[in-house]
Structures are given as structure tokens and as C-alpha cells.
């Protein structure tokens, strides 16, 4: 059974930079691609970063470019993680964010960004951004 778990939110002021971890771990769980969502208080789930399965290629909401940074690590056997800095966070940033990791290697490159791509869930870490 493959396990996504998020860790790093927290309260932090406008500003101030933040890093959040995910870690999918499990048998059957390989190098795939992993994306971070977020869900603010009243909106809709939306896509926030992705990493492709090699970690060369990152994908961006253009909400977060230029100041979040997503990156991954496969070295640990049957162990993979992802991390997402954030710097320079906003009021705006402030949402329940959400680790989403990919069971195949995706056909066409535009599917990193869609929520339904991903089968593999973490339930989530809380970051509010004070103002």
C-alpha cells in the first residue's frame, strides 16, 4: 500500500518563505510525477506545482511563478519526495495544500497540471499567511 504524507505547514507572516515535504512511499510506487495542490477557505482545489518523474522538468500556476520552487528526490530506495519552497508567501497563499503523486508516467505533458491524473493522495497540511 502506497503512502502519501505531507509535512511543513504552519502560520507564517507575508513575506516570510516556507517548506513544505511530501514523501510516497509503498510497494508498487515508482518514479512518477507528483504535484502539489492547495484548497483555500471557499474556492475550488487548485493545481499549484509539478515535478515530471526524472525531476528535470517543474510546472507552475502562474499564480506561483517566480516564487515557489518544486523539486524531488528519488534517491531513497522505494521512497520518494517532494519538496515545495515557498518564498516571498502572500495572504493569497494561504490554503489547505495537498501532495498528489501519479501512479503512471503521464502521455502528454499538460497532465501534470490536472488533478485527475493523479490517483495518490496526502490528506493535506494547513499554511496561513498573516498579512
Known amino acids: 500500500q502506497v503512502q502519501v504524507i505531507e509535512t511543513g505547514g504552519g502560520l507564517v507572516q507575508a513575506g516570510a518563505s516556507l517548506t513544505l515535504s511530501c514523501t510516497a512511499s509503498?510497494?508498487?510506487?515508482?518514479?512518477?510525477?507528483m504535484a502539489w495542490f492547495r484548497r483555500a477557505p471557499g474556492k475550488e482545489r487548485e493545481f499549484v506545482a509539478a515535478v515530471s518523474w526524472s525531476g528535470r522538468t517543474a510546472y507552475y500556476a502562474d499564480s506561483v511563478k517566480g516564487r515557489f520552487t518544486i523539486t524531488r528526490d528519488n534517491a531513497k530506495n522505494a521512497e520518494y519526495t517532494t519538496y515545495l519552497q515557498m518564498n516571498n508567501l502572500t495572504s493569497g497563499d494561504t490554503a489547505d495544500y495537498y501532495c498528489?503523486?501519479?501512479?503512471?508516467?503521464?502521455?502528454?505533458?499538460?497532465?501534470?497540471?490536472?488533478?485527475?491524473?493523479?490517483?495518490?493522495w496526502g490528506s493535506g497540511t494547513q499554511v496561513t499567511v498573516s498579512s
Open positions: 498528489a503523486a501519479a501512479t503512471t508516467h503521464f502521455s502528454q505533458s499538460d497532465y501534470h497540471e490536472r488533478s485527475g491524473a493523479y490517483e495518490l
Open positions: 509503498g510497494r508498487g510506487f515508482s518514479t512518477y510525477p
